[in-house]
Structure formats: C-alpha cells, structure tokens
C-alpha cells in the first residue's frame, strides 16, 4: 500500500493516477493544509476531490516551521501498518526531491515520483489527453494575468506561458491548479460562483458555490 501526497492540483493528481496505473494501491490521499496555501484550495474542496476519487483522505492543518515534524508523525504512523512508500508529483526541481527522499527514508518508506524528469511540455499534454480537466486556482501576478484565473488549463494557456518563457507545469510556482474533473474521479466539479482576490503577490480563485455532476 501507498499514500499520496495531495495538494488538488494537475501534478499530484496525476502522480497518484500513473502510481495506480501501474498496479499500487494507494490507500490514503494526505493534505497538509498550510497558514498560507499557495495552491489557493480550500480543505473543502479537497475533501470533495477525495470523495469523487472514493480515496480516503488524511488532511491535517500545520504550521510552516513545524511541517516536517508534522509530516513524520502523521506519515511515519503508516510505516508501522504496512504502507510501503509516499506517491509525490515533483517533476525536476532536485531541492524537493531531496527533501521527500531523505524524510521517506528516515521513516523506511519509498519515495514514488511518477512524473520526475519527464518534459513538462509532455506531462501536461498526456494529463489533458488522459481526460482531466483543471482549472487554475493560483498564480504569481508578475506572471500571469489575473484574467486566467478561474479558467481551465487548455492550449490557449498553454501558448500564452510559452510566449512569456514560463514553465508549462508552473513547476517555479508560476501558477497552481484544481483538478476538476478526469478519470480518477467518478463525477466532476463545476465551479458556478467564484471571485479572485489578491494576496502577497497572488491571484487566489476565491470559490463561493459549486455543482457535483455525476
């Protein structure tokens, strides 16, 4: 059995959904829900992703300066349950990698990385053809448009970060996303009453009301 780290967006999501797909069993989703979450996902909606993905989930609140002790404790309790590795979405930057390798192996876990060292150009493009929808939840203002937000990741985004030289995964925090819907979910998310407001440098999607389709 595996957890799966979760934030609610494109690139843990599809982690946990390549890890299923070749054949683990991910037993728990774990969100960590941090004073200043620059996913911009409230707990509520990851709650909801988790129901639609019929995953358990583990979701605690933790202070930044503590997070690593809290990420032990909460994680390092499934080691001794037979849990045999942590599913993470990280994709090339080595500081992160470092991070979850040294920890997971304090606690005698495996740390999974589906999608490390692939193009990120290559991730998105099989995330989208897989069937996912996600829209974008946060972004960086010296970055992106205020505009974006709220808006689903397509190929018109996708042109308007290569034409600014961004990431196209945001993987240096350009942008963040809420998945939506895809085939790890047994029905989809419409956002159908939502706000953006701006905080410490970004554009948060501030969602007010939703539908649950089947």
Not at 44 to 65: D, H, N, S, Y
Request: charged share 30%.
């Amino acid at each position: 059995m595996y957890l799966a780290s979760w934030s609610g967006g494109k690139d843990s999501c599809f982690a946990c959904y390549l890890a299923i797909k070749n054949g683990m069993t991910v037993s728990r989703l774990v969100h960590f829900d941090r004073p200043f979450n620059l996913h911009g996902v409230s707990a509520e909606m990851i709650k909801l992703q988790a129901e639609l993905a019929g995953i358990p989930l583990i979701q605690k609140k933790v202070e930044q300066e503590n997070f690593e002790h809290e990420f032990k404790e909460t994680v390092g309790a499934f080691a001794k349950n037979g849990t045999r590795g942590v599913v993470f979405g990280d994709i090339y930057l080595e500081p992160h990698k470092e991070w979850v390798d040294r920890v997971c192996g304090e606690l005698g876990l495996e740390a999974v990385e589906p999608l490390w060292g692939m193009s990120t150009e290559k991730i998105l493009e099989d995330f989208l053809e897989q069937g996912f929808e996600t829209i974008i939840a946060s972004c960086r203002e010296e970055c992106i448009g205020k505009e974006w937000v709220g808006r689903r990741v397509d190929d018109e985004f996708i042109r308007y970060l290569k034409s600014r030289g961004l990431d196209v995964c945001g993987e240096n925090g350009e942008y963040h996303t809420f998945v939506i819907g895809g085939p790890l979910f047994k029905g989809k998310i419409d956002i159908t009453k939502a706000g953006v407001t701006s905080r410490q440098g970004h554009w948060f999607l501030e969602v007010k009301d939703y539908q649950v389709r089947g």
